[in-house]
């Protein structure tokens, strides 16, 4: 990868806002299976969280998502060598997902949604 005229050259992390942050952890470390990588307390009483997939290129954050603040979708798009076996282990977790989709020539993904929607 070249260095832009930024000298931003990756993405370390992709912030999650979360209601319940125990609950998020739980579910991204117990379900998903994430690696917690840090939760260390921050000033003012948060926390700081951090989760690996696997090969930490990027971390997702778990931070509280601001009282009354509506967002969109947050759209992550994770890699599996198995959608279909993901989709099943998800599904079999309780996780509410979506069908898998799958067109020629590209590969088979499907949504799911984290306990915050």
């Not at 998800?90 to 020629?104: C, H, K």
């Amino acid at each position: 990868m070249s260095e832009t005229t930024t000298h931003i050259t990756g993405i370390r992390t992709v912030s999650v806002p979360v209601e319940d942050q125990d609950a998020a952890l739980a579910f991204y470390v117990d379900v998903l299976g994430f690696t917690k990588l840090r939760d260390n307390p921050t000033p003012g009483g948060g926390r700081w969280i951090e989760l690996a997939t696997g090969d930490e290129r990027v971390v997702i954050t778990l931070e509280p998502a601001v009282p009354g603040v509506t967002r969109g979708p947050i759209g992550i798009r994770f890699t599996t060598k198995d959608a279909e076996a993901a989709h099943a282990a998800l599904r079999d977790a309780g996780v509410d997902t979506d069908e898998v989709l799958s067109w020629p020539g590209v590969p088979p993904m499907f949504a799911f949604r984290d306990p915050d929607g």
